[in-house]
């Protein structure tokens, strides 16, 4: 089992800065990816970004150039730093993991946060 937690969320106005952390811990054998999904009222949850363990990135055309996906292997950590945010980035912000738990298994699982709330005024 693996438990991810989101933090950095908030209320920034258009123009501003923020940073989200996602720490992924309890049974983890390896971690193949961690990214950032996000949903919007009345949208469908939609990919941010997703950095493999190797440093490969997928980011989503509507944040490239203003947000920023990094990771820390060592601590199991991904963070998504979002500058010059706009309002239609308003939505909860969800970590995703695709890890193994356990060395016998032999399909990565797909885990995910609780969320964070990121509102951005005009």
């Known amino acids: 089992q693996v438990q991810l937690v989101e933090s950095g969320g908030g209320l920034v106005q258009a123009g501003g800065s923020l940073r989200l952390s996602c720490a992924a811990s309890?049974?983890?054998?390896?971690?193949?990816?961690m990214g950032w999904y996000r949903q919007a009222p009345g949208k469908q949850r939609e990919l941010v970004a997703r950095?493999?363990?190797?440093?490969?990135?997928n980011v989503a055309d509507s944040v490239k150039g203003r947000f920023t996906i990094s990771r820390d292997g060592a601590k199991n950590m991904v963070y998504l730093q979002m500058n010059s945010l706009k309002p239609e980035d308003t939505a909860i912000y969800y970590c995703?993991?695709?890890?193994?738990?356990?060395?016998?298994?032999?399909?990565?699982?797909?885990?995910w946060g609780q969320g964070t709330q990121v509102t951005v005024s005009s």
């Open positions: 995703n993991c695709d890890a193994r738990a356990s060395m016998i298994t032999k399909v990565p699982r797909t885990y």
């Open positions: 309890g049974s983890i054998f390896s971690i193949n990816a």
């Open positions: 950095i493999t363990s190797d440093g490969s990135t």
